[in-house]
Nanobody, 125 residues
């Protein structure tokens, strides 16, 4: 079964940091762009960041630019999301998903698959 598994979420104070991991099970990530998404209660799932299959190209939505960094280690079959300067509005369940191409071009949900179960990130004092 092709699946991604997210980990690393938790409770953090405003201004704090967390690093999320997205590990693949049953397939190699080498050929896929990987996206990070988040969904806050009562809101639609939104794209946050994307990284190309080689890691040479990355994209961020404006709300996280300069605070979040996406990276990947294909040898470990894992993609990471380093989140710094966290804000209460970053509170959400974070998901990763594989894009059906090796490059990033937007966050249309139908272009992504193998969704994981998500990991909760709560930013609160």
């Amino acid at each position: 079964q092709l699946q991604l598994v997210e980990s690393g979420g938790g409770l953090v104070q405003p201004g704090g940091s967390l690093t999320l991991s997205c590990a693949a099970s049953g397939f190699t990530l080498d050929y896929f762009a990987i996206g990070w998404f988040r969904q806050a209660p009562g809101k639609e799932r939104e794209g946050v960041s994307c990284i190309s299959s080689s890691g040479g190209s990355t994209d961020y939505v404006d709300s996280v630019k300069g605070r979040f960094t996406i990276s990947r280690d294909n040898a470990k079959n894992t993609v990471y999301l380093q989140m710094n300067s966290l804000k209460p509005e970053d509170t959400a369940v974070y998901f990763c998903a594989a894009r059906g191409f090796d490059y990033c071009s937007g966050y249309q949900l139908s272009f992504f698959g193998s969704w994981g179960q998500g990991t909760q990130v709560t930013v609160s004092s």
